[in-house]
């Protein structure tokens, strides 16, 4: 097992590289991490840039204050506006009773400050404990009154935009930064508070919206937010959203990230996660693929951006044979194929809607249905119209992938339907994308692994020297290029890198 160390250990080295040998940061930064990793060391749980943040902070704080250290406030930079922005919100919070116009005024005016790309300043805002301030305001603006709900509707606005690239402000890590295991996940008074007025307000599109985006941004790349919030009921409030909004393709869009989001695998900090276990809790205890196919066939089939949206979660959700044919009960290959041809121009849905057939596609009853429902053309068709898009390109060949593992009557379909051509044309356009040439070279071994037949089809194409120079340019491509060309019966070179043979060690009595 790989060393780890602390966030504290990784930040001392670098601030020592900067006191004792004069480096820049950039430079001690990197110093640091050469040394760490000759030794052996895993640093997937560290922060590498956290010495420059905290540079960056102590900077702005200095700037804001004026830089004399006379403490006289300066608003005239973005980091004086944040600070004196705090410092109103606390004020105002003080006061009894609360002046709700004043509180949702200065509120309005760091969602403003916050929304922009700098880091710097969201980091800055919340070490100011700007968080819990505007959780302060949550729980005494719940009422039922239009002023309440407008304060109510601001303050999540803020929020969303504080917890924007910084989650931790939700749920602090562990003390121990190489921690193994996930603390358990239970009720928790902010997070409960947060789903519980949104629920009470659900009619409000404009308040549904703000906390969704506080649900989405709370839970990108931490696993103990994904927890908490599904332990505190997030998914019933992502449920009534849905349905109470079925035709607002903003609050549908947001809902779909937001179940997108909760079943994630991306905090480095922890070993693994939930997300399967999120994934079944959603569909098996919530009817989440009812609901949403519900929502693309009916409300949403006319809307590109919220049908987007709708098939990536509905693809991220299909992870189990069982959910397969759930879906193709709803109608889902109906659905999809139908889809596909009312957006043929818009290459983000047909894209999503390929992503969601391979998902589909893991059942092999599901890739009969395909074939028999003439599908094959429409794939082929969409992809020939978007082949210079590279993401059309990629899902479209893992979806043919998907559909032709052990389908022999399949492969003989596509390939009738001329998707030798398309394969060799993918490949010379995208010759340059790795991901893309790997897909093209699963695509083709299962093509004709079963039905060797069908290689002349493929190498009257010329796919022989096209994947023979997508392995030349990239190392991601040898295993998979190199199955290709076996399958194909074309000449490979086979590397044996381990023969099984024993070295004899002979060890001399003193």
């Known amino acids: 097992m790989a060393k780890r160390i602390s966030q504290e250990t990784f930040d001392a080295v670098v601030k020592e590289n900067q006191a004792e040998f004069d480096m820049a940061v950039d430079d001690a930064i990197a110093d640091a991490v050469e040394q760490f990793e000759k030794q052996g060391v895993d640093l997937s749980n560290i922060l590498r840039e956290n010495v420059k943040i905290s ?95 407008a304060l ?8 969303a935009a504080l917890l924007n690239g910084q989650p931790d402000l939700v749920t602090p890590p562990p003390a121990v930064a190489s921690a193994e295991i ?49 332990a505190n ?23 779909s990230q937001c179940i997108r989001t909760l079943v994630l695998d991306d905090d480095v900090r922890v070993p693994f996660g939930k997300a399967h276990d999120h994934a079944k809790a959603m569909v098996n205890d919530h009817g989440a693929l009812d609901i949403l196919m519900k929502t693309l066939k009916s409300d ?23 959910f397969c044919k759930l879906l193709v009960q709803l109608d889902g290959l109906e659905t999809i194929l139908q889809t596909l041809k ?18 589909m596609s893991g059942n092999d009853d599901v890739k009969d249905a395909v074939n028999r429902m003439n599908g094959f053309p429409v794939v082929i068709g969409l992809m020939n119209d978007h082949i210079k898009n590279p993401s059309v390109a990629e899902q479209g060949c893992a979806t043919l992938a998907a559909l032709a ?29 790795p991901k893309i ?54 000449k490979v070179e086979l590397r044996e890198l381990w023969k099984g043979k024993s070295t004899k060690q002979v060890i001399s009595e003193e």
Do not use: W, Y
């Not at 190498?459 to 076996?486: F, P, T, Y």
């Open 55 to 149: 540079d960056s902070l102590t900077a702005l704080a200095a700037a804001a204050s004026g830089g004399d250290g006379s403490g006289s406030s300066s608003t005239a930079t973005p980091s004086g506006k944040v600070l004196a922005g705090v410092q109103q919100l606390e004020t105002v919070l003080a006061a009894e009773p609360l002046d709700r116009a004043a509180a949702q005024s200065v509120a309005n005016e760091l969602e403003m400050l916050l929304s922009t790309d700098d880091l710097a300043l969201r980091l800055l805002a919340g070490s100011k404990g700007l968080f819990p301030l505007l959780m302060r305001l949550v729980h005494v603006s719940g009422g039922s009154s239009e002023e309440e709900v």
């Open 152 to 159: 109510c509707t601001q303050t999540l606005a803020t929020m």
């Open 182 to 230: 996930v603390p358990e996940a239970g009720f928790h008074p902010d997070v409960h508070a947060v789903c519980t007025v949104v629920r009470a307000n659900i009619d409000r599109a404009e308040l549904v919206i703000a906390g969704l985006r506080c649900v989405r941004h709370a839970c990108v790349k931490h696993e103990l937010n994904r927890q908490t919030f599904m």
């Open 233 to 255: 009921d997030v998914v019933t409030m992502l449920k009534n959203a849905i349905t109470s909004h079925s035709a607002h393709s903003g609050v549908v869009s947001l809902s």
């Open 300 to 322: 949403m089939k006319d809307d590109a951006a919220a049908t987007t949206e709708l098939c990536l979660t509905i693809s991220r959700l299909t992870i189990r044979d069982e």
């Open 342 to 359: 009312l957006h043929s121009s818009n290459p983000n849905v047909v894209q999503a809607c390929f992503s969601l057939l391979k998902a």
């Open 405 to 433: 593992l052990r389908k022999p009557a399949n492969c003989t379909q596509m390939v009738a339907e001329g998707v030798p051509a398309l394969l060799s044309k993918v490949l010379a356009v995208h010759a340059a994308k």
């Open 437 to 490: 040439a790997h897909q093209v070279c699963m695509a083709i071994r299962n093509l004709v692994a079963r039905t060797p037949e069908l290689r002349d089809a493929f190498l009257q194409e010329g796919v022989e020297a096209l994947i023979n120079q997508a392995m030349s340019q990239h190392q991601e491509c040898q295993d998979s290029g190199k199955g290709a060309l076996r399958d194909l019966g074309c």
